[in-house]
Structures are given as structure tokens and as C-alpha cells.
């Protein structure tokens, strides 16, 4: 049975679960990527996606024709930077009796991924997986940016009440 027409029978709209499923997604991959990075490479990571994106935009584009390339070398960079970073950025978000924050930085560094994702994805495609009101909040320049900014900040509070 086709699934679109159940949930409109019941009178639940796409949108509203495209949304609840986004939100879900999001919720897991904070709880996951809080225990398998940790506190003593969230930081690092966060550092990694910055380095990664900024050698996205100056690789040339000719090499980076599809998104799904973009994507792919995006993802690459990252793990390539992360996996190196140790030596570089000595950096993490201390005491563990402060859990809050590593879930915290671990959402915050999820939904900055997310939003990468899907401002390198096609609309169209993109439209596929989540609702335009998620993605409007995702890709928005304003909300992109603050994506970007808002990890930064959060850090720079976090490490300024410890110290």
C-alpha cells in the first residue's frame, strides 16, 4: 500500500513526517557521532569540517563536474584531516562530568554537516529526502551561515567559563 496516501487518509501531511524523520535522523547521528568521536575529538572534528570545506571551495571546479564528486571529496577531505588532526589541534572540550556538551557540540556539528550536505545537493534532490521548511532552514544563506557560526561561538563560550 502506498504509503503517501495512508498517512493522508489518517491526516498526517508529508511535510510533518519528512520533518519528524529529519529531526530523528538528527537526534541519532548526535547521540552516535557524541560516543564515537568523544570529547577528545569533537573539537578536532568541528576544525576538520572548516579545513574541509574551505579546500571544497578552492579545488578546482572542472575536476568537481557532479555533486555527488563534491560530496565524495568533501567527505574525503574531512576524514583525511580528522584522521591527521590529532598532531594539530590538541584541542577538547574537558570534564566529562559535562555531558551537555558534548551532545551540544556533537548537534551542532551534525546539523553543520547536514547543512553542507544539502547546499552541495541539488534542490530538487534534496527536496526528496527532507521538507522545504527543513531545507529552507538548512541552505538559507542566513541559516547556513549560522550553521557555520554557531559551533565557533559555542566553543568560545565553553572554553571561556572553564578557563
Known sequence: MNLDLLLSKIGISQNFVQDFTLLLVVVI?????????????????????????ALLSAFPEKYLSDY??????????????????KKIFGIYISSSEFMWRIFVMSFLEVVLLLSIIF????????????SPNSYDYLVSPIFHFTWLFIPLLFIYLIRRRLN
Not at 38 to 51: D, E
Open 29 to 53: 547521528l548526535t547521540v552516535a557521532v557524541a560516543f564515537l568521536v568523544g570529547r577528545h575529538r569533537l573539537v578536532q572534528m568541528l576544525i576538520s569540517t572548516y579545513v574541509a570545506l
Open 68 to 85: 555527488s564528486f563534491e560530496l565524495v571529496f568533501f567527505f574525503v577531505a574531512l576524514a583525511l584531516v580528522t584522521i591527521s588532526s
Open 119 to 130: 547546499t552541495i545537493t541539488p534542490k530538487k534532490i534534496a527536496l526528496g529526502y527532507i
